[in-house]
Every structure is written in C-alpha cells, then in structure tokens.
C-alpha cells in the first residue's frame, strides 16, 4: 500500500511539473461497444486480442445525454473514460448493466463522502477490475476498466489464506470460552468494515488537495493566455509555496492506517488531477 500511495504521488508531481510544456487533449468520442452479453462468452471468443470496451456495456444506451472523453485510450494498461451530463439514475442503471456483463464481483459498491458514489468490481476469476466513480463537484463519472496484475492477484490470494487459517486456529483455542467467542467476533466484524469506510477526515483532506490543483490549473491557464506573464511571476511562487505546504501535508497522512477504499479514492483523485494538469499544459 506504501509503494502504491508513493507511487500516485509522484505520478501527480511528475505531471505537475509538465504543466505549460504542452501535451495533447483528452480525445473526446462516444464509447460504444458490442458487449452487451456476459463476459465470460466475450472474453472466450478471442482471449488474446480482448479490449476492455468490449467487456463494457454500450456507453451511450446508459448515458443518453452523456458527453465522453477517453482519458486513457483502450489497449493499454487500462481503458480509462470521464462521461458528463449523467444522472443518478443512468449512474445506478449502467452499474447494473455492468454486473449483469460479469462484473459481479464486488469489492465495494456505495457512498464516498456526501455525495459521491463509487463501484469497484472484479469479473472473471478476477482477472479484470472495473471502477466507476460519481464525481457530483465537477458533474462527471470516471470509469476505468484494467486487468489485474497476476502477482498482486497470487499474492492477495495467499494473504488471504493465511489470514482464514489464522481465524480457525484462534476460533479453536477460544472455543470454550463463550466471552472471548463473542470478543473475536466483533473484532473480525470491525476489520472487514473497516477496510470499506473512507473516513471523514481522509475525504477533507483529499478535497483540499484537489481543490489546491483546480486552483492551481485555472492560474496556469489564465498564465498561457497572458500577454504579460512577468505581472504573474509572483502569483506563479505563491503557488509553488502552496504547493509545497500541500504535498507536506499529504505525506503527513499515515499510509498503514489507509483503508482499501481509501486507496481507491486516492488513485481516483489523482486521476482527475493528472487529467486537469494535462488539459492546463494543452492550453498553452
């Protein structure tokens, strides 16, 4: 999980320091896909040459109003697309049309904060993850389609076998005990809920941090269309002070004590960030 949250990091500083260099936009296009059948039938035809989209429902039978733009184009890592003008309702109807594709697996699926919502899910034997995340502040869903990196799978797998043979091992020594049976208990109930909240004070601390490169993107924009860039010097060392009281703060956050989910917002807010920084260094 350290290396994980590093890692975003470092991905997010890297594009930061690329803003006003230039790169290309976000290429905006509908996505359609023939997969409105499970998964399982898709995948078998043609294992090899599988592209994500084509274990997704058809964007625009959901999103009827939706306007897309492919973040990360299908083939790679990781097929990754924003949809704007959405509803809740075309939200909660596309999430289960993606269950019934086979993305049935479910890691987590409600609340984030107050009014977000996310689904993450696994399909087939957890070979492929799905992620689909509301973001109300900027009127958008994020979806992002990847396949899983068989180590982490084998080495989820084996954590997760141990943790079962530790939990009968303690049920066995504890079982003439009715008291310690019932302590155990809520102990295991506390762990499992625990690995699916985002905390309040984590959700504050990740809003501030996007809302300081919102900030951040509108004063690179406002200085690529300036005609008299050196009248905004001192706003641009303002920024780089700010930014490093930001990142300061974020490494104050205590990376053992982050939940699954957490780890999950966290890759999704940076996500949005790179995709803003990028959109900035565009403009110039």
Same mark, same amino acid.
């Given at each position: ?22 790169? +290309?936009? =976000? !290429?905006?296009?509908?996505?359609? *896909?023939?997969?409105? #059948?499970?998964?399982?039938? /898709?995948?078998? @035809? &043609? ?6 989209s084509d274990l997704l ?82 009127k958008a869903v994020d ?5 899983? +990196?068989? =180590? !982490?799978?084998?080495?989820?797998? *084996?954590?997760?076998? #141990?943790?079962?043979?530790? /939990?009968?091992? @303690? &049920? ?21 809920s625990s690995t699916d ?88």
């Amino acid at each position: 999980m350290k290396r994980t949250l590093k890692t975003l990091m470092i991905l997010v500083m890297a594009m930061l320091l690329m803003t006003g260099c230039g790169s +290309d936009k =976000s !290429e905006e296009s509908n996505v359609t *896909s023939d997969a409105n #059948t499970d998964i399982n039938s /898709t995948v078998s @035809e &043609s294992e090899d040459d599988i592209k994500y989209s084509d274990l997704l429902p058809v964007t625009e039978d959901y999103f009827k109003n939706g306007e897309v733009a492919i973040i990360e184009p299908d083939g790679g890592s990781q097929y990754y697309f924003r949809v704007t003008n959405f509803t809740d309702d075309e939200y909660e109807a596309y999430v289960e049309a993606c269950k019934a594709a086979g993305f049935d697996d479910v890691h987590y699926e409600g609340d984030i904060g107050t009014d977000d919502k996310m689904y993450l899910a696994y399909a087939l034997n957890r070979k492929y993850y799905l992620d689909i995340t509301t973001n109300n502040e900027i009127k958008a869903v994020d979806i992002s389609c990847q396949i899983v +990196d068989e =180590s !982490e799978t084998t080495e989820t797998e *084996s954590i997760q076998a #141990t943790e079962t043979e530790v /939990t009968e091992i @303690e &049920s066995t020594e504890n079982s003439t005990t009715m008291s310690t049976d019932t302590e155990s208990s809520a102990q295991t109930d506390a762990t499992v809920s625990s690995t699916d909240i985002i905390r309040p004070e984590f959700k504050e601390a990740m809003d501030n941090y996007e809302a300081f490169f919102d900030e951040y993107c509108e004063f690179m924009k406002k200085y690529n269309e300036s005609d008299d860039t050196t009248s905004l010097l001192a706003d641009y060392a303002s920024y780089m002070v700010k930014y490093t009281d930001t990142m300061q703060k974020m490494n104050n956050i205590s990376e053992d004590e982050l939940t699954d989910v957490e780890v999950a917002y966290y890759a999704e807010v940076s996500a949005r960030i790179s995709a803003k920084l990028i959109e900035a260094g565009a403009q110039q």
